[in-house]
């Protein structure tokens, strides 16, 4: 989940130095003691960070600084990526119910076939109390995994999402196997995974199944953590069913030197070539695709972005082949990238909730908290307590 992003930030740690996040250990708190961490970030350490709020931040962040490249290509009509190749259409076929299996408690395996990517994909999904006999009508919250698809970290386990949302009226739904996808929708198949239309699949079929078969009401939020929490922000915008999004220590932005080689390294790490997703680096599409220059679309829903500064906390997890600094790096650079995000949609209007925690690395120690955190956008949004 964290290798490919860390190995980039351990490139960085100088930025550390500049930063003001030499910090003592957090120690551990309940996550209702945390949640006045809430978002001005005239408040927090981000307004004086000369990484995230500086001059560079832009050229980091956010420049397509392949764009003149990219008009004079087109101009000698060098082909580049078609924008409906990596948007969802309006309307799909449903997915389709394969299998269910129970796995614990309000905990599911769902099996669901996709029509836009001809496989069957596996699914977690946490029930209301009653389980498969609850019919009431109730909204769905899409949780994202990382990098890893979802297979090697499980946000009803490592995340807490089974205990945390046992008590809420809400269906709650993982996909697995998206490796290094950023959840969209692909311009060419993946050399090893075929076909990735990721963005079809959670926009379009997967909640029709959710809505005729869990009794969805069709009033859904939807979520991502480190490599997919840019990505489903953007994911909201291609749907109105969607009233929320957000982003627990991601990177709103696919643009930027950093930001784009985030989603680039990603790709590269998990068996593909990265020009398969939106072309070339200097294509139009990254910068179509890049939450951070598309603020206009994300109006008219509730946006949550949460992260932590990367300093050390007692609540961080050991992670085998991910050093702990390395981890904390790796979460410095996301709150970079989500402070500046912060800045610019704030000023942009779009109605945001910016959480900035003092410490935590880049582990489930720190996403438990920022799930619980985040609930106090989330619940409301959703209609649930």
Same mark, same amino acid.
């Given at each position: 989940?964290?290798? *490919?992003?860390?190995?980039?930030?351990?490139?960085?740690?100088?930025? /550390?130095?500049?930063?003001?996040?030499?910090? &003592?250990?957090?120690?551990?708190?309940?996550?209702?003691?945390?949640? *006045?961490?809430?978002?001005?970030? =005239?408040?927090?350490?981000?307004?004086?960070?000369?990484?995230?709020?500086?001059?560079? #931040?832009?050229?980091?962040?956010?420049?397509?600084?392949?764009? @003149?490249?990219?008009?004079?290509?087109?101009?000698? %009509?060098?082909?580049?990526? +078609?924008?409906? !190749?990596?948007?969802?259409?309006?309307?799909?076929?449903?997915? &389709?119910?394969?299998?269910?299996?129970?796995?614990? =408690?309000?905990?599911?395996?769902?099996?669901?076939?996709?029509?836009?990517?001809?496989?069957?994909?596996?699914?977690?999904?946490?029930?209301?109390?009653?389980?498969?006999?609850?019919?009431?009508?109730?909204?769905? $919250?899409?949780?994202?995994?990382?990098?890893?698809?979802?297979?090697?970290?499980?946000?009803?386990?490592?995340?807490?999402?089974?205990?945390?949302? %046992?008590?809420?009226?809400?269906?709650?739904?993982?996909?697995?196997?998206? $490796?290094?996808?950023?959840?969209?929708?692909?311009? &060419?198949?993946?050399?090893?995974?075929?076909?990735?239309?990721?963005?079809?699949?959670?926009?379009?079929? /997967?909640?029709?199944?959710?809505?005729?078969?869990?009794?969805?009401?069709?009033?859904?939020?939807? @979520?991502?953590?480190?490599?997919?929490?840019?990505?489903?922000?953007?994911?909201?915008?291609?749907?109105?069913?969607?009233?929320?999004?957000?982003?627990?220590?991601?990177?709103? *932005?696919?643009?930027?030197?950093?930001?784009?080689?985030? @989603?680039?390294?990603?790709?590269?790490?998990?068996?593909?070539?990265?020009?398969?997703?939106?072309?070339?680096?200097?294509?139009?599409?990254?910068?179509?695709?890049?939450?951070?220059?598309? /603020?206009?679309?994300?109006?008219?829903?509730?946006?949550?972005?949460?992260?932590?500064?990367?300093?050390?906390?007692?609540?961080?997890?050991?992670?085998?082949?991910?050093?702990?600094? @390395?981890?904390?790096?790796?979460?410095?650079?996301?709150?970079?990238? *989500?402070?500046?995000?912060?800045?610019?949609?704030? #000023? !942009?209007?779009?109605?945001?909730?910016?959480?900035?925690?003092?410490?935590?690395?880049?582990?489930?120690?720190?996403?438990?908290?920022? /799930? +619980?955190?985040?609930?106090?956008?989330?619940?409301? +949004?959703?209609?649930?307590?």
């Amino acid at each position: 989940m964290h290798f *490919s992003r860390t190995a980039l930030a351990g490139l960085l740690s100088v930025g /550390l130095i500049l930063s003001p996040t030499h910090a &003592q250990p957090a120690h551990a708190q309940a996550p209702d003691a945390m949640s *006045s961490d809430i978002a001005n970030i =005239d408040q927090h350490s981000s307004a004086l960070d000369p990484i995230a709020l500086g001059p560079l #931040a832009p050229v980091l962040f956010a420049d397509n600084i392949f764009a @003149a490249w990219g008009r004079l290509l087109q101009q000698v %009509r060098i082909p580049t990526v +078609a924008p409906e !190749a990596t948007r969802p259409p309006a309307t799909t076929a449903p997915a &389709q119910l394969r299998e269910l299996r129970h796995i614990q =408690d309000n905990v599911w395996e769902l099996k669901a076939y996709s029509p836009a990517m001809d496989r069957v994909i596996t699914n977690d999904i946490i029930l209301p109390l009653g389980g498969l006999e609850n019919t009431q009508p109730r909204p769905t $919250y899409y949780l994202l995994g990382g990098a890893g698809g979802g297979e090697d970290a499980l946000w009803w386990d490592g995340g807490g999402a089974s205990e945390f949302f %046992r008590d809420k009226h809400v269906n709650v739904v993982s996909p697995r196997g998206a $490796y290094g996808s950023m959840m969209s929708d692909w311009a &060419q198949p993946h050399d090893t995974h075929g076909k990735y239309k990721w963005a079809t699949y959670l926009t379009k079929e /997967l909640p029709q199944l959710i809505d005729a078969k869990f009794h969805g009401n069709g009033r859904d939020g939807i @979520a991502g953590v480190s490599n997919s929490g840019g990505p489903a922000l953007e994911l909201a915008t291609f749907d109105p069913r969607f009233k929320v999004a957000g982003s627990f220590s991601g990177c709103p *932005s696919t643009t930027g030197i950093l930001a784009q080689s985030f @989603a680039w390294v990603s790709a590269a790490f998990y068996g593909t070539d990265p020009a398969r997703s939106f072309g070339a680096p200097w294509d139009p599409a990254w910068a179509q695709h890049s939450p951070v220059l598309n /603020l206009d679309h994300q109006k008219g829903r509730k946006t949550f972005v949460i992260v932590s500064r990367g300093g050390p906390a007692d609540f961080d997890i050991d992670i085998e082949d991910s050093p702990l600094p @390395a981890l904390g790096l790796n979460e410095r650079l996301d709150y970079w990238c *989500s402070a500046y995000y912060a800045k610019r949609a704030t #000023a !942009a209007g779009v109605d945001l909730d910016y959480y900035e925690l003092p410490a935590g690395r880049h582990t489930w120690g720190l996403f438990r908290r920022e /799930l +619980a955190i985040s609930w106090a956008t989330v619940g409301p +949004a959703l209609g649930v307590n």
